[in-house]
């Protein structure tokens, strides 16, 4: 992502390159939708990087004017100035603005973002594209962690092979096809590891090394329109039709990789190259792409965590205010703090950038360790009331997500068991996020009735006997979800199933990703395979879904249930929302006796409106998930159903 500090032969058309990476994330990040695959722009950077400081390591390792020391000093006035004035923005914002547990989190990012190692950080979270990941201003910095952890070593690893005399072609090949093989295995045993770790990422870049050696050793091509045409042709398929969900990286970051190398080989005098990457607004784009790629998404992720959500044409509104924003912020970035860096000899000004950055992580650091720091202006008592209300049941550890996993993949036992657990007779619920959220109401209806619910669910994921669709990089145990727990229902005779489902992510809304007739035929086949064995279902309409962020809800002026009620959906807005897909649920239990539809609107909303909080108690853990208090509302209505299907 970054130029190399030596001096080579400067060539306009990689700085067009550059724009084309950088201009495809930013289109990623602020209008997912238009161009699904844009996240594969940090890929063509990985390998425009490792292209570019390779060819200077050859020269300055063969000329023998190469220094560990300097390498690194000229790394720092690369990266260091744009990365210290995001670093400390963070910190400065997060001071005024964000409540204890939102300011540790971006703490520990912080620290991440300063040390490189933002990348282990956010492994051991969740994925790049759950749908908390907007909430995260410094999620990119993973890509950075990747590239400056490749140049610890790869420096020293040139260094031997040249000094061996060994054909540098063939090492750099040998070591791109094992890091490609690492990748391959690694996405097999876990998808979020092969995603963000060096050892998955490193081939990409040393695709980019391999083209460098090769140039070095032949000279670099005057111009091959044949590959600008194909490698341009590999990027606009990848950019175009790669999905989160597909297995990233794998075989199909071979698209990215492979035609970002072809665009470089070309040469710069393809016509391609030449009158279109090579044209001035490109360049200039790719001037400023790092610094662009830093602030496009600070920006947008501190203002929706700032102000949460906005209704649509606002939301539209505020996303061009910020990413032009970003564009000016980027361009004063280059113009006034990166190239009169830049221009300043390696000694004082290389150690103070060290010094700062070191002393950011370490603030970033304590702040976490201290817990957000609470005692700052933005934790009073009325909010920490509120706060403590935002719950979900401790027992999502044992029964959501990872919990039902091996790596990626489906584990043995892929349930867990709550109400009264010794009870022989029993229930299956099953579903998405949001069957997490009633875990509280199966639970204490399970104690209260004396009956055991076998219950699991999984992110992202509607799992039904015969189809599946997930947003998460866990397909595999998505799709064998719904078919081991309905075989268990079968074999070990479940009393009835309860399928909770987001179901306007999935169908009947502009959100949907699942074709309606699919969806009919997959859910009624569900239905009757369930029928068949004399076993009832019951489908959970799903709960109200929040305008705006919940903090924000918190963080401005005076705090009390009918502000924050002023903000909560109507009861009309509501069922205007998921009137696609409740009517689609009430079409396929018509004529299956056995099949039900549940409604939870009386539980959850009164007078016309969804609200917040009752009694000074959230309903939500965030814009559409329930709260523990949320799931207790719903209780009573979920315990008539099953009492009159039980009895």
């Not at 970054?2 to 602020?30: T, W």
């Not at 190239?339 to 000899?345: D, H, T, V």
């Amino acid at each position: 992502m970054k130029a190399a500090g030596a001096a080579i032969d400067y060539r306009p058309d990689i700085d067009g390159l550059r724009a084309l990476a950088v201009l495809a994330v930013v289109v990623y990040h602020y209008a997912p939708v238009r161009l699904p695959g844009g996240f594969v722009g940090v890929d063509i950077f990985f390998v425009i990087s490792g292209y570019l400081i390779t060819k200077v390591l050859i020269s300055d390792f063969e000329a023998h004017a190469f220094s560990l020391l300097v390498f690194y000093k000229r790394r720092i006035h690369r990266i260091f100035p744009a990365l210290i004035l995001i670093l400390a923005l963070c910190l400065l914002v997060g001071w005024f603005l964000l409540f204890p547990t939102e300011y540790a989190r971006l703490g520990k990012s912080v620290a991440g973002g300063a040390w490189f190692v933002e990348n282990f950080v956010l492994w051991q979270e969740a994925g790049y594209f759950d749908t908390d990941a907007v909430l995260k201003p410094l999620l990119h910095l993973w890509s950075l962690a990747v590239e400056e952890q490749f140049y610890i070593f790869w420096p020293l690893i040139l260094w031997f092979s040249i000094r061996r005399r060994w054909p540098l072609t063939r090492v750099v090949a040998l070591t791109t096809l094992l890091s490609f093989l690492v990748n391959l295995l690694s996405l097999r045993l876990d998808a979020t590891a092969a995603f963000y770790l060096l050892g998955s990422r490193a081939w990409e870049l040393m695709a980019g090394a391999w083209l460098a050696a090769r140039h070095h050793a032949a000279g670099t091509p005057g111009g091959s329109n044949v590959q600008a045409c194909a490698g341009l042709l590999l990027i606009g398929v990848g950019v175009c039709c790669i999905r989160p969900w597909f297995g990233f990286p794998g075989y199909w970051a071979l698209l990215p990789v492979l035609g970002s190398a072809l665009l470089i080989s070309a040469g710069p005098g393809a016509w391609i190259n030449r009158h279109l990457l090579a044209r001035k607004p490109m360049v200039w784009v790719g001037l400023i792409s790092y610094p662009l790629y830093l602030w496009h998404w600070t920006l947008w992720s501190l203002i929706t965590v700032v102000f949460d959500e906005f209704g649509n044409p606002l939301k539209r509104i505020v996303k061009v205010a910020a990413l032009a924003a970003a564009f000016l912020l980027s361009w004063g970035t280059y113009v006034w703090l990166e190239k009169p860096i830049r221009r300043q000899p390696l000694g004082r000004t290389t150690w103070g950038l060290l010094f700062t950055v070191l002393l950011l992580g370490a603030a970033g650091l304590s702040v976490y360790l201290a817990q957000g720091l609470p005692g700052r202006g933005t934790n009073t008592a009325t909010v920490k009331q509120y706060l403590a209300s935002v719950t979900v049941s401790p027992l999502s550890g044992q029964c959501f997500g990872a919990a039902l996993l091996r790596g990626e993949r489906l584990a043995e036992r892929p349930f867990c068991e709550v109400g009264d657990v010794a009870a022989p007779r029993w229930v299956l619920a099953y579903g998405d996020s949001h069957a997490r959220s009633l875990l509280p109401a199966l639970d204490a209806y399970g104690k209260a009735a004396h009956v055991r619910v076998v219950f699991a669910a999984l992110p992202g994921c509607l799992s039904l006997v015969d189809f599946a669709y997930t947003s998460q990089p866990t397909g595999d145990a998505c799709a064998r979800l719904g078919p081991v727990l309905a075989d268990k229902a079968w074999t070990q005779k479940a009393s009835a199933v309860v399928l909770i489902d987001s179901w306007i992510n999935y169908v009947g809304s502009v959100a949907a990703v699942v074709p309606e007739a699919r969806f009919r035929q997959a859910l009624g086949a569900t239905l009757d395979a369930y029928q068949a064995r004399g076993i009832p279902v019951v489908l959970l309409e799903d709960n109200p879904h929040q305008r705006m962020g919940l903090l924000g809800t918190l963080r401005f002026g005076t705090v009390t249930d009918r502000k924050i009620n002023a903000s909560a959906v109507s009861l009309a807005e509501h069922r205007a929302s998921q009137a696609g897909a409740n009517q689609l649920l009430e079409a396929l239990v018509a004529g299956r006796p056995l099949a039900s539809v549940l409604s939870l609107d009386d539980a959850l909303c009164r007078g016309g409106v969804c609200p917040w909080v009752r009694a000074g108690r959230f309903l939500y853990f965030d814009s559409s998930h329930l709260s523990v208090e949320g799931a207790r509302q719903v209780y009573p209505t979920l315990a008539r159903r099953l009492d009159e299907i039980l009895r």
